[in-house]
Each structure stands twice: as C-alpha cells, then as structure tokens.
C-alpha cells in the first residue's frame, strides 16, 4: 500500500536521508523508529508531498507522489508532527472545509464530520474555536481530519507526543481498528513501547539508513540480545552509551 | 464550489467571521479610532484630489494635459509599489505560510492552488493601493461631472493594472525561491525594500522640489514639461491605465489601451500559472529545507555587557535582547526607513530660509522649537509603539523560560525598560539638539527642549514598556502587528495625549520667558511663580507616568505568574 524506494534527500552536502526503501502492506502497522535526527520526518515529508526527493520514489496505493500527486495524496491520511490548523475556525468548519479539500460533498459530510468527533471524543467542542483547544485536543483533531476520507494508507509522525494516557489509549484503538479495516499505517514514533505493543513489522533508521527491518523477533535476532525489551535493542543498534554519558553527568 | 479554487480562500473568510462574532475588549474601541482615522484620510485623499483638479480646470488644454499626465503620474508610482509588494507577499502567501503544510497534502490540482494563493496575493499587495487610489479618482470625477461609465471603467482598470505588477513580482519571488533558500530571501528582500524607500526619500528631499514653486527657479516650459513626460513610457501599464481613464472621463473609449491592459492581465497570468506549476514545488521543498543558518556571533555585545554595572539577569536579559533583535533583520531594517526621514527632517532645517522673513525670524525660530519638541516626541511615540511596546510580547513562546526562573518580573521589566530608553533617549534626544542648533533658536529654549525629551522619554519609554506588559500577545508572529492591537493603540493614544500636555506646559512659560527677555523687562513674580509651577507640573506628570506605568506593569506580569 506504502512503498518507498531507494528514497534520497541531500540538503547541499548533508545527506538527510540516504536511500532507504520501505514497504507497508495493507492492514500492517509499521513502526518507524530512530534517534532525534535520523531522517524519521524528513522521509514522511517526502511521503506526504511536502518535500521533493532528491531520488527514489514513494507509491501510495498504486499511485506514485511525484507523477501523480493528486491521486496519491487522495489515498493518504498524513498527521504531520506540528499539524497546522486554522485557529480562527472551530472544529466543525475545520473538518468541513478539509472534506472539500479531499472531493467530500453532499449531506454525507455532515455525518462523517461527526461520526469522527464521536470516535475522537470531541463531539461537545464541535462549535468551539480551535485557539481554545489544548494540545491534545488539536491532536485528535487532526487525526480525525486525517481519517474523514476514508485514506488507504496513513503517515502518521509522533501520534502520542502531549497526548493523556486516555488519549493515548484512544489513538491507538483508533489505529487497530483502522488496521483491521484494511489501513496501512506508517507510525514513526520514540514511544518504544507503543511500537512494540502495536507494530506487526519495524524500520529502525539511523544517520539516513536503515539499519534494521522486520518484525520484533527479527530485530532482536539482529540486535544480537537476548533481552525482551524493545529499548534495550534499540539502543544497542543506535548506540546506547550516551545513557551511560548522561547517568555520570547527572 | 468545492472544485473552484475560490473554496480554498474559504477559511480566511469563516475566520473573519468568527473573529467578528467573537470580539475581545477594546475591538469595538479600535475599530471605531480605525474608523474615524480612515475616513479622514478619505475626506483628505478627496478633498485634495478634487482641489487640484479644480484648479487645474481653469487652464482649459493645458488643465486637461496636466490632469492627463497627472493620472499616469499616478499609476506609474503604484505600479513600482505594486510590483515590490508582489515579490514579498508571494513569498508570504506561496511558499512561508503556515496553512501550506496542510493545502500541499491535499489532494488539490496545483492550478487551483495557484489562483487560490494569486488572488490572495494580489488582494493582499492591493488593498493599500485600491484604499488610496479610490478617494483620488472619486475627488476627480465628482469635479469633472464625470459619466457613469467613468467609475465603471475605474473598477475594470484597477483589477488587471494590479495583476500585472503584482504577477511579475510574484514570478520574480518564484525565481529567487529557487535560487535562495525562502526565509533568506525574504531577509534579503526587507533589507533591499527599506534601502530603495530611505534613498529614494533622501534623493527626492536632495532635490529639493520646493524650488518649482519659486518662479525664479523654474526651467523654461518646454523642458519643465519634458522632464515631466519622460519617464511615462506608452509600453508601460501604467500609461495604458491613465489614458483609459482620462478617455472615460472625457466620456469617450480607448479600446487599444483597456485591451492591451487586459490582454497583458490574462497573459500574466496564464504564464506564471505555467511556471508555477513547473516550478513552485521545488522552490516550496527548497523553503522548507533548513540548511546551517549563516549569522553575526556580536561577540562584541558580549564584552560590552561585561564591562557594563548590572546583575547577571539584566545582562543576559540585555545580550539576549540585542543578539535577537539584531540578527532579525525584519526587525531592524525599518530602522533605515526611520534614520533616512531623520536625516530630511535635519535636513529641511538646513535649508530652511528664515532669513527671508526678518522681522518674524525671531519668534517663526522659537515657533519652530516648540513644533519640533512635538515633532520629536511624535517620532519618540513611534518608535516605541513598534520596538519597546512589542518587548514583552517578543519573548514570545519562550516565556515560559523566564516565569520558571527565579526572576523577579520586576528585574524583567526594568531591563527592558532600560534596553528600550537608551537607544530612544539617544536618538530624540540628537534629534531634537540638532534641530535647535541648525535652527539657532534661545539658548534657554535649547536646555528646555534637551529636558523635556529626557522626561517625555522616560514617560513614554516606560509608558510603553507597562502597556506592553499589560497587553501582551507572546503568540504574535511578528511583533510589528502589535503596534495595531489594543493596548498598541491605547499606547499612541494617551502618548499624544500627553506630548500635547507636555509642549502645553513647557511652551508657555517658555515663551512668557522669551517674550520678556526680548523686551528686557523683569518677569513679575507671580508669573514667574505660575512658569515654574508649569515646569514642576511637566515633570511630575511624566514622572507619574513612567513609574505608574512601571509599576502597573510589573503588578501585571506578577499577577500572570500567580
């Protein structure tokens, strides 16, 4: 559903992201995970039609983002890590004009519109402005957004960052139920535990290159560890003596 | 309507409504001030426009070559200014705005994004044009007994007279956004955009057009007239708008001029739809990338913060403060604006000829001092609307950082009140020194004028820091928009208010001062007695003003960390 080829982007001399290659089947959620700076938003940008690859190509459902923008981006619900939103628009004008934006039309919008506040829980701030939102709460805003047409396939950048334990409960049966439903969904997250608990298959990226691919089980055997722990694998395949670094200065 | 690219302006508009429906205090207020302001600008932009054609009315031919002239005058100056801000708006409207990260994922066809975000930029680079543009051809018509078809023919004029620059100024943008990164052509822009305005404004002032008006002065007719035909060139839109409207205005028709103006329109556009669509994603993917800044350390603000007797929160507020003001170059390049109109109001002092009126030199000098007081305190007042007002509000998202420290909000303020005064006290104060030297006015009118600047510094100056805090908005994006919000305004009001106070009270007693110095007589002591309760009122009252505001400020930003 997602296919990422070969995908590069250079900024002058630095190479941001140096050709990685991904795929996300249909129902899969696919967990992309990295340090701070490995390439994680820059690859989902590339995805999302925000930026332009320097090489390499991303599929969206059948549909390349390059030569077929449009097609693609119809087929894709992207949730940026710092989503804009019109402040001056409550939540309900908001939803209704992203519907426009993606063909929605006619009395079914109404519905859908809140068919989504319903499952996002925010059906009593229809009517509110989005400035008197709290972070959360412009969080599930976008991710209704995101859904309301209904996307083959979702980018998803840091769902969980200033989300409530509720609210994070929320999302994440948010997105099994959409997996169920067919959805491919690329979540690049740091929540370690929420990649273990959700994701059936891993990318983990470091300086620009994959560097593991595959299930849990297959990135522990390529960890070389024994241990359960996803954040212990993770550390030692990006370099976990900086812990050791911070425990001393502390 | 929901495949018209017109639907994408849609959230501009819900916003405006929303925003008018829901008003915050003082929205009533200012729009009422805006109100009045605007339509007094109206009435003069009318009044004025009709007197000059009425006078020109009485010349018959040459009225009718002048007023000719005079429209293409016109639209020429607003198609340099139409063009200049086509390019920085596009870079507004096409490639920084905010919204673009959500209508690029989108699955929009790039060609309704184009007029979507074009008419945004035309209607935005415009508006100011239009505002000042539609008194003067009203004036105009109203005097000529113009027809019907006059106005009619204005409407259809302006829309594609303003396409055209502006699109040229936005394939410009497209151009330098894919060469230089966004933001850095903006910088660069900005800085451009005020150098052009402040050397224009000085070659203009250099030129020294109060000589036309003396006949002594006047060139022979013939080359009077050709130097003021030779920059209107017919290939230019500007030409082809003058004369469109100078024909309808005759009651008549140009079809050549309105079809080269609308064709030219819609070529325009056609083309920068072409280009945009081949070009506009590479320069929006450009404009995103964040390649290593280039930027001036200012070491040297360090070291001068060392040397300077504060505590180590004031200096590093102070570094801080400086280092970010300075490497802003939207912040500071008005700043060139500002040094050039100083340098013409020197200047006209320089060239000011007094010398002609003998009799009157005296007392037109002394005049001259009180007005300037008042000029200078005006310009005080704007300077600290734009820079020291907005100085609380510009820690902006960041001022998290100060509240979770162990800062008293009473160290805050003050340093930003101390880094607020000095550069304005320095620069009123010069202006109003050299003023009154260039003019040779009384020494005593001299030390009173160099006092009240330092007072009225210290009452507006802190003033403006109180308010700030008061009335801060720490999510503006840019901090020049203050100056327009409520407490910006409330701000202007009272500091006019009290620079009218102030030249109230210091002009009298000066002036009793001089006029019995001049008569070489004894001031009687009662006089004497009322002139110095008139200095000691001045100082209370600004002395008031600068500590209650202070203080008012202070209790402000306590109550908001409470």
Known sequence: MIAVEHLVKQYGRFTAVDGISLDVRPGEIHGFLGPNGAGKTTTLRMMAGLLKPTSGRVVVNGHEVA??????????????????????LTAGEFLRFHAGLYGLDGDGVTDRVHEMLDLFELRRWEHELVESFSHGMKQRLVMCAAFLHRPRAVAVDEPMVGLDPRGARLIKDVFRRMSERGVAILMSTH?????????????IILKGKIIAQGTVDDVRRLAGGADDHLTSMFLRLTGGSALQELDEAV | MKGAFTYLLLPAVWSSRNRAARRQPGDLTRAFLFGVMGIGVFA????????????????????????RLGLSWLFMTF???????????????????????????????????????????????????????????????VVRCAPATFYLTSALTLLPFAIIPVAVGTASTLLLVNVFPARRARDLLMLMGFLFAASVVILVRMIRPEQLMRAESLPDLTGFFSTLQSPLTPLLPSFWAGELLFASLKGGWDPLHAG?????????????????????????????EAPKARFAHFRGIDVIARTLPLSPVRRQLLVKDMKIFLRDVSQWSQLLLLFALMLIYLYNFRVLDLGRIPYMSRFVKNVY???????????????????????????????WLIRKSPVEMRDFLWSKFWTGLVPVLLLTETLTVAANELLDVDPFLKTVAA????????????????????????????????????????????????????????????????????????????????MGACFAAAVVLTVTTWLHSMRSGIRALDAMSN
């Open chain 1, 67 to 88: 030569a077929e923008p449009e097609l693609a981006k119809a087929s894709l619900g992207f949730i940026p890590d710092r989503p804009f939103i019109y402040e001056k």
């Open chain 1, 191 to 203: 929540t370690l535990e929420v990649a273990q608990e959700m994701c059936q298959r891993l990318s």
């Open chain 2, 451 to 530: 006092l009240a600047i330092v007072f009225l510094s210290l009452a507006l100056v802190g003033l403006a820091t109180g308010l700030g805090a008061r009335y801060p908005r720490f999510t503006a994006d840019n901090p020049s928009e203050l100056a327009g919000s409520y407490g910006g305004v409330a701000f202007m009001i009272v500091a006019v208010l009290l620079i009218i106070v102030i030249i109230a009270l210091v002009g009298w007693p000066s002036t009793s001062y001089l006029y019995y110095q001049l008569r070489h007589r004894p001031i009687p002591a009662l006089r004497l007695a009322l």
């Open chain 2, 44 to 67: 003069a932009l009318f009044y004025g426009a009709a007197w000059v054609t009425w006078q020109l009315d009485g010349y018959e031919e040459l009225g009718d070559y002048l007023l």
């Open chain 2, 369 to 399: 001092a009180l007005l300037n007081l008042g000029m200078a305190g005006f310009v005080l007042a704007t300077v600290a609307v734009r820079f020291v007002f907005p100085m609380v509000s510009a820690e902006g998202r960041a001022f």
């Open chain 2, 79 to 141: 198609l340099a200014f139409l063009a200049f801000s086509g390019v920085v708006t596009a870079l507004s409207t096409f490639f920084l705005s905010d919204d673009l990260r959500l209508l690029l994922t989108a699955p929009i066809a790039a060609r309704r994004l184009f007029y979507a975000r074009f008419a945004k930029t035309v209607a935005r680079s415009s508006w100011m044009v239009i505002v000042f543009i539609t008194p003067v051809l009203l004036g105009v018509g």
């Open chain 2, 260 to 288: 080269a103006l609308w064709s030219t329109a819609l070529v325009c556009c056609v083309g920068l739809r072409i280009a945009d669509e081949r070009w506009h994603f590479s320069g929006y993917s450009r404009s995103q």
